[in-house]
């Protein structure tokens, strides 16, 4: 492993182009984003947009790393920028090599803000797709009973169509800190919908639940705790994975047969490889998940692919010689538990094969949308642009316009 000593801190930094072969990004991306231009494609572009916003064309190191740490739009380009490809020539080049040199710094998170900057302590997120006003209702109502201090959460229902009396049920519901139902009118499936939630939230850690799933005692206390524990910072924590098998959570159907032993393979999965999944209420502080893309902008695996970074932040930082060490937290004891509905509808050994199956199929480079149309069988959900936001302001500002195709093809591979 090649060092190099930094700049402005006695932290030593890591010549990622001989020694990150598993390359540790900045932020998310989404396949289409990964596949639409080249490494050094994106490189050029975000070195016209760094001369746009900061009006030069060169940059010390130190004014470099001020600039991509404040700027969102900056640090996903850097981060495509920086995937591994042939050596770069000319001013490109140059770009690569000064980023290989402050990428350490670059990685550090923010500094936790102060609980007073923010409205709240808490912002929990529910998407609802197709969803009765009644189901949701119950579900707050309950969140509410469970919740240490309701005053301090603020609840945010993300509309993303074919809602059923959703504002009729959920809109007058009382003693929450703020409880808001928005309106998502973009499409794209669930990563641009959780991101829509998340961007209107004012709190200081992010709580995204499924509609489907029920929370655990002191939630709310639970996951601050986690967050805010020290002395080595929790990036995220996720509940323990359970499955209601209770009569309402039944509801008239089935007892899966096996239901019982998939519960302990998860949490046997979870504990071993700090890798939940979206139904175990992943929470994040804000400005973690901001300074890191938030989902990525796709329809399905977005909570994979955002687990997944913050599983190897965890694993990688340390080896990268930072000394700010991040965890992701699960809680233990009384579970977070979803819906049994998909058991009870497909049987437990063949929704098992299909979540391995799908995982292998996505890391083998099928497309979300390609997994969509696999796991739905219809077309992945229309999106009102085809580029994600922060591409279409890159368009607006830098020379070299993003292609509008989708990156990557959607039969099997």
Known sequence: MTIAKSHNSKQPYVNLDNALRCWLPLTTHSR??????????????????????????????????????????????????MRPQEPSEGSVGDLRQQLTEIWTDLLRLPKPPRENDYQFQVSIIMPAYRERGTHVRAKLTRAFKTCSHPENVEVVVVNAGDCVALEDEVGDMQGWGSLRIVDFRNGGGRGPCLNFGASEATGRLYIFCHSDTTLPPAWDAKVINALDEQPNRANSCAFSFGIDTSEAGLNGGPYPPGIKAVETTANIRTQLYSLPYGDQVLSVPAVVFDYLGGYPDQCLMEDYDLISLLRQRAALLPKLGIEEAERLVIIGGVPALCSPRRWQKFGVLFVTYNNSRFVHLYARGLSPDGLFKLYYGRPAPQRKEVLSPWEIEVNKMTTQEIPRGQGRPQELP
């Open 32 to 81: 289409d984003e990964a596949d639409r231009m080249s490494p050094s494609e994106r490189c050029q572009q975000l070195m016209d947009y760094l001369q746009r916003i900061s009006n030069k064309s060169r940059w010390t190191n130190k004014e470099l790393v001020e600039i991509i740490r404040q700027s969102d739009v900056a640090r996903r380009l850097a981060s495509l920028a």
